[in-house]
């Protein structure tokens, strides 16, 4: 997963930095399952029922890395103090809407 912020501001990064040229950024943050996305829901917005068929579905994490993701993560850093969000802190910016 990636948050969307972080992504847009790769694009931006991408087009404006003169030390980017020629190569991919992987936006990419960290994988994720389902029963994990629903637990820092819960988490994060006790009040909220959320389905409770997922606690019952397999991890099956992805436990495979992204080789460049700590090139895009250095560029975040570089340009806007911080590099990726994290899924509990784009779940925290999301939920905030409802």
Do not use: I
């Amino acid at each position: 997963m990636v948050n969307v912020v972080d992504s847009a501001r790769l694009h931006v990064v991408a087009l404006l930095d003169p030390e980017v040229e020629n190569e991919r950024l992987f936006a990419f943050d960290e994988p994720y399952t389902w029963k994990k996305l629903v637990e820092v829901s819960r988490k994060l917005k006790p009040d909220v029922t959320f389905p409770a068929n997922v606690d019952k579905a397999g991890d099956g994490e992805d436990l495979s890395k992204v080789a460049r993701r700590d090139r895009a993560d250095a560029l975040l850093k570089k340009h806007f103090g911080s590099g990726f969000a994290g899924l509990e802190e784009t779940l925290k910016q999301q939920l905030a809407c409802y």
